[in-house]
């Protein structure tokens, strides 16, 4: 039989790596939180109807990236449903913000998300199947202060916040408005016009966009087409007074924060909810796959998925690609790396080794006492040889051997002693505070913790 491996473009994480994927996940929900921000969990697959609607038929995700499959109908006469494995957060976020009525409280909800999403994509690097997303929005009703442009900014600046807190240097930022829903459509009408004389001069694929979704040519990536890109019309020139406004006052308040940015006007979504401030945050030490994260504000989804006017701005992060820039970067390696070593790769602080069978309840009582102490143990097989059980316990790296057997159990003593040291000296301590005041000395200079 062939031996089962994780399926393409899926992966294990496996510790000490999942260290630094706490310490991201710890980093976001503890800045988050300041901002007052509150965590929403939803579910892993929805009805496949929620992502043609909410994200949109034509995009590349729904068309042709999602895990859909037909559940089983409930009796005979019923139509099975089709339920199709999340690919991105958003959609679930507002669902649920319609479906508890979210929007009565008559405040801003502002509701962040850690979780794995879904796409069948080729899979690269920084490109899987399942993938990590951690993403925000702030969504309400417009009562509510949702549509002020002080939102997309105070996003904009909990972002830089969250990426410089995590360490991450030399992130951008760009940032664009594609304005309303009115404006977009007289855009994409002189879009059509410029493409029309010059798109058959372009890849198959940015042919086959000018006709369904112009927008989308914008952000093709083709070498040959540059030119021609850079010479259509701009969307800054089609943008009307109030959207005009609104994109100075983002702006405006960014400069005010000190966060840095560059107006890219190709940053543009192709879909009709997506409305005003679109932005990116990319970094260099990524390759290919550049874009750390991705959003923009979407007055228009709540009523495109059957709500009330509820006008959001948010976004999603790769957390994978998180990761990639923190592992890429040396400076933050050791600060990190260090943690870790304190936690899972240098081994716990000390390792039991119980002499006899007949001593293994009372070597299990220890550690449970130990690790009420927040002490991090590992009992080895009762009944090894002392050798064998120093093997193990340098193996983990543990920090201290501590032995059980009958004079212990019947002395009611506790023998340690401390590994990564010459000294061949075992301590015999009667008082247990002591013995713990004595582990605590062992690891006096790796750990800050008991
Ligand atoms: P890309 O251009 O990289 O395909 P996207 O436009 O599909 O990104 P969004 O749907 O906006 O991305 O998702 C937001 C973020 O999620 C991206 O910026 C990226 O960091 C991450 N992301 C998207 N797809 C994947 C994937 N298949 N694997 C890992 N991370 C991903
Ligand atoms: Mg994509």
């Known amino acids: 039989m062939s031996t089962l491996k994780a399926v393409r473009g899926t992966r294990d994480l496996l510790p ?24 929403i969990r939803t579910p892993i697959f929805e009805d496949t109807q929620l992502f043609a609607r909410g994200v949109g038929e034509e995009t590349d995700i729904v068309s042709k990236e999602m895990y859909t499959w037909e559940d089983r109908a409930r009796a005979q006469s019923e139509k099975a449903q089709s339920l199709t494995l999340r690919p991105e957060n958003t959609a679930g976020v507002v669902r649920a913000y319609i479906e508890h009525k979210l929007g009565e409280t008559g405040l801003l909800q502002k509701l962040y998300y850690i979780g794995p999403q879904f796409r ?52 951008r930022l760009e940032i664009n408005s594609v304005g309303s829903a009115t404006d977009r459509p007289r855009y994409v009408a002189a879009l059509r016009e410029a493409l029309a004389p010059m798109k058959h001069l372009m890849c198959e694929d940015n042919q086959r966009r000018a006709e369904t979704n112009p927008l989308r040519v914008l952000d093709s990536k083709d070498a040959n087409d540059q030119e021609i890109i ?4 701009k969307i800054a020139d089609y943008l009307d007074d109030a959207s005009k406004a609104h994109f100075a006052a983002v702006l405006a308040a960014l400069d005010a924060c000190g966060v840095k940015y560059e107006v890219n006007p190709r940053l543009v979504r192709g879909l009709d909810y997506y409305t005003r401030t679109t932005f990116e945050f990319t970094h260099g030490g990524l390759g290919a796959q550049n874009a750390l994260l991705g959003g923009g504000r ?24 998180l990761i990639l820039t923190l592992q890429s970067q040396a400076s933050w390696g050791q600060q990190i790396a260090d943690e870790a070593a304190n936690t899972v790769a240098k081994g716990p602080h000390a390792y039991i080794a119980p ?29 090894l040889k002392i050798r064998r059980h120093f093997e193990f316990a340098e193996k983990l790296h543990a920090k201290s051997i501590v032995f059980v057997g009958e004079n212990e159990v019947f002395g009611k003593t506790y023998s340690m002693k401390p590994l990564g040291s010459r000294a061949n000296i075992v301590w015999n301590f009667t008082d247990f505070s002591k013995f713990v005041s004595a582990l605590r000395g062992t690891n006096r200079n790796l750990v800050s913790g008991p």
Not at 370 to 378: A, D, S
């Open 230 to 233: 850079e010479k259509l019309p």
């Open 16 to 39: 000490p790596e999942t260290e630094l994927w706490n310490f991201v996940e710890e980093t976001a929900r503890r800045v988050f939180a300041r901002y007052n921000f509150g965590e």
């Open 120 to 171: 069948r994509e080729r899979p690269q690097k920084g490109r899987y199947r399942q993938f990590w997303q951690i993403g925000a929005e702030a969504i309400g009703p417009p009562s509510a202060g949702s549509e002020s442009p002080l939102r997309d900014a105070e996003v904009l600046e909990m972002l830089a916040t969250f990426l410089n807190e995590l360490g991450i240097t030399g992130w």
């Open 298 to 321: 979407y007055d228009g989804l709540s009523e495109a998925i059957g709500g009330p006017k509820a006008p959001g701005i948010g976004f999603a992060m790769g957390e994978d690609r």
């Open 355 to 383: 002499m006899s069978l007949e001593v293994a309840p009372n070597a299990l009582e220890l550690a449970q006492k130990l690790r009420g102490e927040e002490f991090r143990i590992e009992v080895g097989e009762p009944g």
